[in-house]
């Protein structure tokens, strides 16, 4: 009889301790997944700030390229970069700031930390009347990343 609860004690121990690893292993994955949007908004709100302190030290004038007209993906490459964004970027060449922004007001041009590189940082930026707006193309959690000023 009591070699039989041993055996019904570790059954039970065994199961409760494979819930427990996967329990911390889906929580890890979420954790990831919010440091990865958390990384993707603080780059977001970088290049906001850095567009406005730009046009600040310029009497009012943004960086060329940002328009009224379109929205593009940030990065160096000339063309697909509208692939991997959202439907409103209409634009197929990606805008090039890092000439305006680096090394003044950002040490780098960032990218988005899964997927963006700097041909195709995966971040983009528009400009209605004056408000710019700048997002992130891919996210892990958020229904958007986006900031505007």
Do not use: H
């Amino acid at each position: 009889m009591a070699d039989k609860k041993v055996k019904v004690f570790l059954t039970v121990a065994i199961i409760a301790i494979l819930v427990g690893i996967v329990f911390i292993t889906l929580n890890s994955a979420k954790q990831v997944r919010e440091t990865t949007d958390a990384q993707r908004s603080s780059d977001v709100n970088a290049i906001l700030d850095a567009v406005w302190q730009y046009t600040i030290d310029n009497s009012g004038t943004f960086p060329s390229g940002i328009s009224s007209s379109s929205y593009k993906v940030l990065g160096i490459n000339g063309s697909a970069c509208n692939s991997t964004c959202t439907a409103q970027i209409t634009d197929p060449a990606c805008l090039d700031l890092s000439a305006e922004l680096v090394p003044e007001y950002l040490v780098a041009m960032p990218y988005d930390p899964t997927s963006g590189n700097s041909g195709n940082t995966d971040y983009y930026i528009g400009k209605t009347g004056n408000r710019i707006t700048v997002g992130s193309c891919d996210l892990e959690q958020e229904t958007s990343i986006e900031v505007q000023r």
